[in-house]
């Protein structure tokens, strides 16, 4: 169960700066409405007939709520609409990167409006936001590593948010990753889980990135099956504890052998909408 949004002090402090140390705060929101209404990526396409069974995407996300209040994670919850079946995946409509939340312009109509809810949320807890009503730009596609900001360059993000980004975090190296929009959001294909390891799809990436990236981090390779159930959309919540979903055997033989421990929880009918445990959550504070 969620904390109670009374029980909350009035302020809420937030800062990121990568996306592996402890997880202290973050935002869910729980598949109150969750359905597939309109076909917005692949994965939906696959599931649509079948669609998606409530009942047991709420049970589901219960169980990984639990999960992380019971790791020590502070779990905050916005109130679910019935106008918005995709709002389960808060990543996107912000993000966090240094100490400045920004709230995200959605790149798809069937989201246009879930910012809303979020600035209120963050208005009653007299937390500040930077809104990126100009520039079209998702939280999935945004990945941040001490240093430096990956910013997946797809159909839901605009290359124009690099510019205003990059000015705004004037610290930070912004760095483009360019993916088919097929893929959705760059957590699809590619995630940071440590200071020298990551999680990719290699040929959703092409080669220049590749190279870039195999400099910085041992490259863990992810199937084409398990890319499908979001293998790279694992959620880091600090001292090496990783969320991933059980049918992702591969990875998470991997993870384990590399000395993660791995916190198996499945959320499988959330993932017939497109995203997993990262897209499910919107951290505010991660730190030592």
Do not use: H, W
């Given at each position: 169960m969620t904390i109670n949004m009374e029980t909350i002090s009035r302020k809420t402090r937030h800062a990121c700066s990568n996306e592996f140390d402890k997880l202290k705060k973050v935002i869910v929101c729980p598949p109150t409405y969750m359905s597939i209404k309109e076909i917005i990526n692949e994965t939906q396409k696959h599931f649509a007939e079948e669609n998606i069974d409530e009942t047991l995407a709420t049970k589901q996300h219960r169980n990984f709520v639990q999960a992380m209040l019971t790791?020590?994670?502070?779990?905050?919850?916005?109130?679910?609409?019935?106008?918005?079946?995709?709002?389960?995946?808060?990543?996107?409509?912000?993000?966090?990167?240094?100490?400045?939340?920004?709230?995200?312009?959605?790149?798809?109509?069937i989201r246009s409006g879930e910012e809303d809810i979020l600035k209120s949320w963050l208005d009653d807890h007299h937390s500040s936001y930077t809104p990126l009503a100009d520039y079209s730009v998702e939280g999935g596609d945004v990945i941040i590593d001490r240093d430096i900001v990956f910013i997946?360059?797809?159909?839901?993000?605009?290359?124009?948010?690099l510019e205003y980004i990059n000015q705004t975090l004037s610290d930070y190296t912004v760095y483009p990753i360019p993916i088919d929009k097929s893929y959705l959001h760059l957590d699809c294909v590619?995630?940071?889980?440590?200071?020298?390891?990551?999680?990719?799809?290699?040929?959703?990436?092409?080669?220049?990135?590749?190279?870039?990236?195999?400099?910085?981090?041992?490259?863990?390779?992810?199937?084409?099956?398990?890319?499908?159930?979001?293998?790279?959309?694992?959620?880091?919540?600090?001292?090496?504890?990783?969320?991933?979903?059980?049918?992702?055997?591969?990875?998470?033989?991997?993870?384990?052998?590399?000395?993660?421990?791995?916190?198996?929880?499945?959320?499988?009918?959330?993932?017939?909408?497109?995203?997993?445990?990262?897209?499910?959550?919107?951290?505010?504070?991660?730190?030592?």
């Open positions: 790791n020590g994670v502070d779990v905050y919850s916005l109130p679910p609409s019935e106008q918005y079946p995709e709002q389960v995946f808060t990543r996107d409509i912000g993000f966090t990167l240094g100490d400045t939340v920004f709230i995200s312009r959605m790149g798809s109509d997946g360059i797809s159909g839901r993000t605009n290359p124009k948010s590619f995630n940071v889980i440590s200071p020298t390891e990551a999680l990719v799809f290699s040929p959703a990436l092409r080669e220049e990135e590749l190279t870039f990236l195999s400099k910085r981090y041992e490259l863990i390779e992810v199937t084409k099956e398990e890319q499908f159930t979001m293998g790279t959309n694992v959620l880091s919540i600090g001292n090496k504890k990783i969320f991933s979903l059980p049918c992702n055997k591969n990875v998470n033989q991997q993870l384990r052998f590399r000395g993660f421990d791995v916190v198996e929880v499945d959320i499988s009918e959330i993932i017939k909408s497109g995203g997993s445990f990262r897209c499910c959550t919107l951290p505010l504070l991660r730190g030592e």
